[in-house]
């Protein structure tokens, strides 16, 4: 059994900040659950072009306001209790107006410090390990 505090995540190599978001990861592959799991901070004012072609990501909100475009698609509003799922690798802009807390799930699960390429990707050579 594992337990953990978001305590024992923060200012450790597991907290991996970017220029638009703060990424507490909490469960990693190394966890062996076949997922990983983040506390996910989306700073207020930003977008993000992101586009998980390698993982599928499920997203759901506990604080804060914003949108999710899915590019040539729809746009759907942000606030607590939202939950989506990028079960289609939909290429997408993530906005916030405030600060967003997200409870992120990616399957297969990060391996540790990943970050956005040039096009909002995660590299699919971190994919599989274990
Ligand atoms: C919601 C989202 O995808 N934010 C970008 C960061 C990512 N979820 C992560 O690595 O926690």
Same mark, same amino acid.
């Given at each position: &059994? !594992? @337990?953990?505090? %978001? #305590?024992?995540?923060? /200012?450790?190599?597991?907290?991996?900040?970017? +220029?638009?978001?703060?990424? /507490?990861?909490? %469960? %990693?592959?190394?966890? *062996? &659950? *076949?997922f990983s799991m983040h506390?996910? %901070?989306?700073? $207020?004012?930003?977008?993000?072009?992101?586009?998980?072609?390698?993982? @599928?990501e499920a997203?759901?909100?506990?604080? *804060?306001?914003? #949108?999710?475009? @899915?590019?040539?698609?729809?746009?759907? +509003? !942000?606030? +607590?209790?939202?939950?989506?799922?990028?079960? *289609? =690798?939909?290429?997408?802009?993530?906005?916030?107006?405030?600060?967003?807390? &997200?409870i992120c799930v990616f399957n297969?699960?990060?391996?540790?410090?990943?970050? =956005?390429?040039?096009?909002?990707?995660?590299? $699919?050579?971190?994919?599989?390990?274990?």
């Open positions: &059994m !594992i @337990v953990k505090h %978001l #305590e024992q995540i923060i /200012r450790t190599p597991d907290d991996v900040d970017a +220029p638009t978001w703060n990424s /507490r990861r909490l %469960l %990693l592959a190394k966890d *062996g &659950m *076949g506390d996910t %901070l989306i700073k $207020a004012g930003t977008e993000t072009l992101i586009w998980y072609q390698n993982h @599928v997203v759901y909100c506990v604080e *804060g306001e914003g #949108e999710i475009e @899915v590019i040539g698609g729809r746009t759907y +509003p !942000i606030r +607590p209790g939202t939950l989506y799922a990028l079960d *289609g =690798h939909e290429k997408h802009y993530l906005r916030a107006s405030s600060q967003l807390r &997200m297969p699960p990060l391996v540790g410090r990943e970050v =956005h390429d040039e096009n909002g990707t995660y590299p $699919a050579s971190t994919a599989n390990q274990a």
